[in-house]
T-cell receptor, first 113, second 115 residues
Framework: QKEVEQNSGPLSVPEGAIASLNCTYS??????FFWYRQYSGKSPELIMF??SNGDKEDGRFTAQLNKASQYVSLLIRDSQPSDSATYLC?????????????WGLGTSLAVNP | ETGVTQTPRHLVMGMTNKKSLKCEQH?????MYWYKQSAKKPLELMFV???????ENNSVPSRFSPECPNSSHLFLHLHTLQPEDSALYLC??????????????FGSGTQLSVL
């Protein structure tokens, strides 16, 4: 069974710190990797996607992918209380096929003022 | 405003009731999805429609019946549900179902309680 695993948390960081969220996946053939943010009582929204090994940066967010080790991470620099949410990792077996996305349970992040 | 609108936001129904969830997207997308989100479970894909054609049915019980009359509208018809069907039902859309990494746009969801 193909799986995506995330530490459920809560991960608690002080305001201004770097938050590091990790995700591991079981299917070595996975091609595309997505990070969605879900505020309590709201729907998920895409933060970033990555499909090449290495780092991808977008503002305060950096996604890191290591296919050999089968993990993808999300770093949030200068964490703000507004970043407090659940972060969902989703993995696709081929290039962006939304029909086959496999989701993790999510990591709850709390940024303390 | 996410561009994907779901109604109702909350729904309480008995096991013998029949109800429908509605989803409408104003983004010009061609693919629409129904997801189920339950506590302590990952998001579960239920159905996918691409250009109005159903392309995925993830072994969903027949008490859930989807309908996609056009690329902008998606319905989920519910009948004789069970208490374990209580969950948040999310509608999503994307430009297509794949080829390049596609962003999913989610609606606000319908919180369903089956008594």
């Amino acid at each position: 069974q193909k799986e995506v695993e995330q530490n459920s948390g809560p991960l608690s960081v002080p305001e201004g710190a770097i938050a590091s969220l990790n995700c591991t996946y079981s299917d070595r053939g996975s091609q595309s990797f997505f990070w969605y943010r879900q505020y309590s009582g709201k729907s998920p929204e895409l933060i970033m996607f990555i499909y090449s090994n290495g780092d991808k940066e977008d503002g305060r967010f950096t996604a890191q992918l290591n296919k050999a080790s089968q993990y993808v991470s999300l770093l949030i620099r200068d964490s703000q209380p507004s970043d407090s949410a659940t972060y969902l990792c989703a993995v696709s077996p081929n290039a962006g096929n939304n029909r086959k996305l496999i989701w993790g349970l999510g990591t709850s992040l709390a940024v303390n003022p | 405003e996410t561009g994907v609108t779901q109604t109702p936001r909350h729904l309480v129904m008995g096991m013998t009731n029949k109800k429908s969830l509605k989803c409408e997207q104003h983004l010009g997308h061609n693919a629409m999805y129904w997801y189920k989100q339950s506590a302590k479970k990952p998001l579960e894909l239920m159905f996918v429609y691409n250009f109005k054609e159903q392309t995925e049915n993830n072994s969903v019980p027949s008490r859930f019946s989807p309908e996609c009359p056009n690329s902008s509208h998606l319905f989920l018809h519910l009948h004789t549900l069970q208490p374990e069907d209580s969950a948040l039902y999310l509608c999503a859309s994307s430009r297509s179902t794949g080829g390049t990494p596609e962003k999913l746009f989610f609606g606000s969801g319908t919180q369903l309680s089956v008594l």
